[in-house]
């Protein structure tokens, strides 16, 4: 991909509002493009969706970690599997993998990740995670991402404006699960997430720790 560079536009959502348990949890989105540097074309590829979990501030605030998470139905289902609410942190398995090395309370969970097909297997997918990860590193003390193949998860109502790209993105669907779920692991894997052991569908970054892989 010659004369071309890859763009991302992110832009977030906050909620300010009476229910202040909302406003703890801010939602990043990223449009992924392949810019022509000759003919000055965007080409739009993909998308990223982040949840930050701002639970520092929720500390600071004494609000319970447990009430922050449950705003959003998808990020209370993966911070059940990771997280110990009973005690406000993460689970002690995984503190004790990172050496209870942790800098930051706030929890970054990579939602949604998608590329069109044919731009898969180029090196693409690995580029946005690390400009994701230089981008955001400094203000979370972990990166969580659910391995589950997009294609398998439950159908979402797209709005216009979203179709022609989901319909992009899953005019190829590989019919394995296995085969799916297990590509999607070592994609992170080679990156430089981490799988702990007890969380199969979920996989960990920790800033805090020097990684040669995201580099």
Known sequence: ??????????????????????????????????????????????????????????????LNYHDVFDRDEYTLRIGNKFMDFSE???????????????TNNDIAIIRKFELIEEYKGKGIGKKIIRDLYYRFASTCGLFVVETFPLQFQPKV???????????LI????????????????????????DHIEGYDDLMFLNPAIVNEKIK
């Open 1 to 62: 991909m010659e004369n071309t560079c890859l763009k991302v536009d992110y832009s977030f959502c906050s909620y300010i509002e009476e229910d202040i348990d909302k406003n703890y949890i801010t939602t990043h989105f990223g449009e992924i493009y392949l810019v022509d540097l000759e003919k000055e074309e965007e080409t739009q590829i993909g998308s990223i969706i982040i949840n930050f979990m701002l639970l520092g501030e929720a500390l600071n605030n004494r």
């Open 88 to 102: 406000e942190d993460v689970n002690a398995n995984i503190q004790e993998f990172y050496n209870h090395t942790f």
């Open 157 to 167: 109502v797209f709005t216009n404006e979203q179709r022609s790209m989901s319909d």
């Open 170 to 193: 899953f005019s190829y669907k590989e019919p394995d699960f296995e085969k799916s779920f297990l590509k999607l692991k070592a994609f992170y894997q080679n990156i430089g997430f």
